[in-house]
């Protein structure tokens, strides 16, 4: 067997029945091990699913037998045999192994049962194969895929927003500073502002990049690098810009829930969950949501933004994710534009998932007039020389808009149903961790 140039069978092809007692080969990975007397037992593990192998001895020949007996855990390699059903098998098929050979036995694997969490991130790079990781890892992926069509179907374009930067976009006490060749830079918080340029010559626009926050908070919701979806849309306003949000977190829930039922269950998801998802979602002032807060006994006081407790009691029974929306101008970021029927709240929603999952997008419109983003830019004492692009685009043909921002990982950890968002990105940063 030659493990590049063979011609091999995917353990998901043979699990869907659709090689019974025709000779195949399989190549990956070995998942389980177990041997008693002349019979092996391997699982093996590709990219498609697990499937159960039998090695006997008579079958196989004395030397196959006993190099699959001396399998690792985690040992790569490749078997001939016939596939059988096989009710005790996982998966219900076995394969009667006609040949065994190693692409790379490797060394005993340093990962075994119950191990601890940390241990688990510090071999992060190893404890990616993992059934768990790797049904995650597919799963993130057919989000991202769903997205990605969401916004093609509706005629937006995809651009590329650079992640070194000289603005910050969302305030200086989470930003990453880096040494640009002697000069100051940062790592991109959001890539909104690039967003906004791309829109004036495209319309509907967004980016999909790294974002990084250097927040000191050590919660099941934070990332210092996560992936953040922000779409940019001239000529709409902030009730298109909501309605844009639920159509898109609708879709994608009843994607996944109907096309990834089975992943979702075998990471213990119900995809009723999702399938349940409608609109339109509750809407909810900020002011109102502070009532509604203290009514529950939360300690919060109008004029203070919601946290992370805030949300949690606010989405804990939900069924549906919920927009806030008019926060207080003075906690918002500086290019939000003032509602002008309710003036020092500004139109901005941020919807919060439900489950107590909290927030999954932060959303607004947009200052367009030169005039008052200038005002509101000197209100927050930023450094105007930094922005001068920025306010370069309301003075050459500026036209409302809108946008949001969407953290996939937040999002999946809701889709999912996930207690920590490190398990929906595979090498997460946090506070106390960039290794591996
Ligand atoms: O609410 P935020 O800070 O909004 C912005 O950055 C805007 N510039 C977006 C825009 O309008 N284009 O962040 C948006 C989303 C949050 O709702 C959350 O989902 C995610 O980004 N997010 C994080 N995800 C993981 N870890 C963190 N530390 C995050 N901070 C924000
Ligand atoms: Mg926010």
Known sequence: MDCISGSFTPIADILAGQHEGKPVQIRGWVHRARSSGSLAFLVLRDASGILQCAIKKDAAGEKAFEAAKSAYIESSCMLAGIPKKDERAPGGWELAASQFEFIHQGQPFPISKDQSTEFLLDVRHLWLRSQKLSKLMKLRHAALRSLHQFFDERGFFELAPPIITKSACEGGSTLFELNYFGSPAYLSQSGQMYAEVFMTALEKVYVLAPSFRAEPSRTVRHLAEYWHLEPEMAFYNQKMNMQLQEDMIVQTCHDLGK???????????????LLAVKGPFPRLSYEKAIEKCQALDCKIEFGQDLGADEEAVLTKDAAQPIFIHNHLKEFKAFYMREDPNQLGTVLSADLLAPEGHGEIIGGSERIWQADELKARMAEQNLPMKDYQWYLDLREYGS??????????ERLCKWMFGLDHIRDAIPFPRTINRVYP
């Open 259 to 273: 096309n990834q039922a089975e992943l979702l269950e075998s990471v213990e998801r119900d995809p009723k969950k």
């Open 399 to 408: 036209v409302p808009h809108a946008g949001f921002g969407l953290g996939i």
